[in-house]
């Protein structure tokens, strides 16, 4: 499985971001997928994750209200809308897929395939 993660960028505090985190290699539609970051100095921690059909999402606190994770199963593809930005959501933005699960998971080690990251960076 690999996974290419896009959609990063520069925005300031109160804006929007979508992600995209497209799959090819595997039956993506079988398993579930998560969303971590990593800011500077700090360790990579849970964002948002969803199961294999898109039906059951789970959000970690901090973005809860904030921020949608989706998949379009049709097109290989997780999304990750990302709505008033703080400048603490500066990070960089992985996605991964756990292949051998299909219920959301915020557990990283739960996660066998990851993507290269992207990253976002909200100015105040």
């Known amino acids: 499985v690999q996974l290419q993660a896009s959609g990063g960028g520069l925005v300031q505090a109160g804006g929007s971001l979508r992600l995209s985190c497209a799959a090819s290699?595997?039956?993506?539609?079988?398993?579930?997928m998560g969303w971590f970051r990593q800011a500077p100095g700090k360790e990579r921690e849970f964002v948002a994750a969803?199961?294999?059909?898109?039906?059951?999402?789970y959000y970690a606190d901090s973005v809860k209200g904030r921020f949608t994770i989706s998949r379009d199963n049709a097109k290989n593809t997780v999304y990750l809308q990302m709505n008033s930005l703080k400048p603490e959501d500066t990070a960089v933005y992985y996605c991964?897929?756990?292949?051998?699960?299909?219920?959301?998971?915020?557990?990283?080690?739960?996660?066998?395939?990851w993507g290269q990251g992207t990253q976002v960076t909200v100015s105040s």
């Open positions: 991964a897929a756990d292949t051998y699960g299909v219920r959301p998971k915020e557990e990283d080690y739960e996660y066998d395939y």
């Open positions: 290699g595997g039956t993506f539609s079988s398993y579930a």
């Open positions: 969803i199961d294999w059909s898109g039906g059951s999402t």
